[in-house]
Nanobody, 111 residues
Framework: QVQLVEFGGGLVQPGGSLNLSCVAS????????IRWYRQAPGKQRELVASISSGRATNYAGSVKCRFTISRDNAKNTVYLQINSLKPEDTAVYSCHLLSAWGQGTQVTVSS
C-alpha cells in the first residue's frame, strides 16, 4: 500500500515562496499521476495541481503561473513550488496518489 509524506510547509510573508515535497513509498511511483490538493479552514478541498506519468501538468486557474508541480521518479518524490504567495493560499496542502493521501503540510501566509 502506498504511503505519502509531505514536507516543506511553514509560515511565510505575502510574496514569499515555498517548495513542498511529497515522498511516496512503493516501487511503482513512476507510472501514476499524482496530485496536490489544499484545504483552507471552512472550505472544501481543492485540486491545485497534477502531474501525469508522462510529466504533463495541470493547474487550477487560481494558482496558474505561481505554482509549479514536478516529479523526481528516482526519489519517489513530487514537488510543488509555490511563488508569490498570497494570504488566500493559506491551507493544508496534501498529495494524493491512487487512493492514498498524505497527512498534509500547513502553509500559512501572513505578515
Amino acid at each position: 500500500q502506498v504511503q505519502l509524506v509531505e514536507f516543506g510547509g511553514g509560515l511565510v510573508q505575502p510574496g514569499g515562496s515555498l517548495n513542498l515535497s511529497c515522498v511516496a513509498s512503493g516501487s511503482s511511483f513512476s507510472i501514476y499521476a499524482i496530485r496536490w490538493y489544499r484545504q483552507a479552514p471552512g472550505k472544501q478541498r481543492e485540486l491545485v495541481a497534477s502531474i501525469s506519468s508522462g510529466r504533463a501538468t495541470n493547474y487550477a486557474g487560481s494558482v496558474k503561473c505561481r505554482f509549479t508541480i514536478s516529479r523526481d521518479n528516482a526519489k519517489n518524490t513530487v514537488y510543488l513550488q509555490i511563488n508569490s504567495l498570497k494570504p488566500e493560499d493559506t491551507a493544508v496542502y496534501s498529495c494524493h496518489l491512487l487512493s492514498a493521501w498524505g497527512q498534509g503540510t500547513q502553509v500559512t501566509v501572513s505578515s
